[in-house]
């Protein structure tokens, strides 16, 4: 992908799935799949991968999204049986050096992870944080410490997903832009009238963002917009 001044760029999205469920209350997979596409990602963090069959989700959403994305893709399976398990993923149409999940630090009701990853983008080796912090507002500060200490100057870094800080410079932001202080807030939740900037990207010093946007055509297929921008390093 070519920026229009001929400098390349690679595009990165964050995407909460919401269990494939939109408008009209019930899962849709196929939908979900082409606002996907639609993006145009190079790196793409979607959480609430989600199969709890007894909440009205589909069953197997891993397999689902593994099948459709292919690429390289790394997992992160917080809970629940097999083919109903609940969680978020890191995908990458660059090849992925190295990988870890690692588990955040609570309290609350579900666990959480972070997934940190290595790509080998043509910009250079990147590295991406992707997470999905939980709703106890006790826990997060300490999951945004968590992900700011993944940080390290030895390459470029962003993190992004959805970190559910409603506030837009509350104690997630202070943490996180300590070390990663390139960031375009942007409102995502709700669909219809975002005004929360639940879903962010933070990226490091020599990063440079264009283009940050929430993509409001993809409204009918979850309840937060997902969240497309181009870098540059």
């Known amino acids: 992908m070519s920026a229009p001044d001929g400098l390349e760029r690679l595009r990165v999205a964050s995407w909460n799935l919401h269990g494939f469920i939109g408008e ?8 979900s799949f082409r606002v996907v596409a639609s993006l145009e990602a190079d790196i793409l963090a979607l959480q609430e991968v989600d199969g709890r069959t007894h909440l009205r989700r589909l069953p197997d959403a891993f397999e689902r999204v593994r099948a459709v994305l292919g690429g390289h893709l790394v997992e992160a399976h917080l809970f629940g049986a097999p083919g109903r398990e609940y969680g978020h993923v890191l995908w990458s149409r660059h090849p992925i050096e190295q990988a870890e999940v690692h588990a955040l630090p609570g309290p ?15 910009l250079g080796r990147l590295r991406v944080v992707v ?7 006790r826990a997060r500060p300490r999951q945004a410490a968590f992900v700011a200490g993944l940080v390290r100057p030895d390459m470029p870094t962003v993190a992004l997903g959805d970190f559910n800080e ?12 300590a070390a990663l202080p390139v960031h ?28 940050v946007a929430a993509r409001r055509d993809a409204a009918p297929a979850s309840d937060h917009l997902p969240l497309v921008a181009d870098l540059r390093f």
Do not use: C, K, M
Request: glycine share 8%; hydrophobic share 40%; net charge positive.
């Open 24 to 31: 009209g209350r019930q899962p849709d997979p196929e939908r």
């Open 108 to 122: 609350g009701l579900e666990p959480r992870a972070a997934i940190e990853a290595v790509v080998a983008t043509p």
């Open 131 to 137: 997470a999905h912090f939980g709703l106890d507002p």
């Open 166 to 177: 409603w506030r837009r410079r509350g104690p997630v932001h202070a943490a996180l832009s």
């Open 184 to 211: 375009e807030p942007v409102p995502t939740w709700p669909v219809r009238r975002p005004f929360a900037g639940l879903d962010r990207l933070y990226a490091s010093r020599g990063v440079a963002l264009h283009a």
